[in-house]
T-cell receptor, first 111, second 117 residues
Framework: AQSVTQPDIHITVSEGASLELRCNYS??????LFWYVQSPGQGLQLLLK??????LVQGIKGFEAEFKRSQSSFNLRKPSVLWSDAAEYFC?????????FGKGTRLHILP | GAVVSQHPSWVICKSGTSVKIECRSL??????MFWYRQFPKQSLMLMAT?????????EQGVEKDKFLINHASLTLSTLTVTSAHPEDSSFYIC?????????????FGEGSRLTVL
């Protein structure tokens, strides 16, 4: 069955440090993948998406993600996190008629 | 990006009453809207897919008679929680796709927090 797995429930990094949030997917064909961010009590905002082509995609707020077919992964990265990046991050896969989400990774930032 | 508006942002109701939540796409026509439920500190659980002019498609385990979804126009979908009980308290989020099919980006409403007393 198609699924999205985010292995880390919580991640804590220091402000200014680099960040990598993991995402693994299970899908039979070439997946369409998304990363969304959710601030507390808010809806979700799209950070970036991968459909095809270049496997390294750039998003908003300085985020990027790399699609690796061999590892079935689509990890989100940022070279230097800000205090304001503290939020919940969701990886998602497009199943054509709907989009399903991973369980999310909550990012905590240490000052 | 496209804007999806959800109303109300929060609502408190008594057990046994019904509550309606509206989801509007403000600057685009949404053939398909989705309703998610999110428990505290958990992921989004897809409840149903709402297609304009047709019956909603509910995910397994979601009670159709409890959560009534109507998609009367290309810009409006409503979720009605009927005979609400405290266990229905949750954060409900709607989203809309600009187009159906692969790659159609999802735009989300701000969410509605329902508290049933």
């Amino acid at each position: 069955a198609q699924s999205v797995t985010q292995p880390d429930i919580h991640i804590t990094v220091s402000e200014g440090a680099s960040l990598e949030l993991r995402c693994n997917y299970s899908y039979g064909a070439t997946p369409y993948l998304f990363w969304y961010v959710q601030s507390p009590g808010q809806g979700l905002q799209l950070l970036l998406k991968y459909f095809s082509g270049d496997t390294l995609v750039q998003g908003i707020k300085g985020f990027e993600a790399e699609f690796k077919r061999s590892q079935s992964s689509f990890n989100l990265r940022k070279p230097s996190v800000l205090w304001s990046d503290a939020a919940e991050y969701f990886c998602a896969v497009d199943l054509y008629d709907k989009i399903i989400f991973g369980k999310g990774t909550r990012l905590h930032i240490l000052p | 990006g496209a804007v999806v508006s959800q109303h109300p942002s929060w609502v408190i109701c008594k057990s046994g009453t019904s509550v309606k939540i509206e989801c509007r796409s403000l600057d685009f026509q949404a053939t398909t809207m989705f309703w998610y439920r999110q428990f505290p500190k958990q992921s989004l659980m897809l409840m149903a897919t709402s297609n304009e002019g047709s019956k909603a498609t509910y995910e397994q385990g979601v009670e159709k008679d409890k959560f009534l979804i109507n998609h009367a126009s290309l810009t409006l979908s409503t979720l009605t929680v009927t005979s609400a009980h405290p266990e229905d308290s949750s954060f409900y989020i709607c989203s809309a796709r600009v187009r159906t099919g692969f790659g159609g980006e999802l735009f989300f409403g701000e969410g509605s927090r329902l508290t049933v007393l």
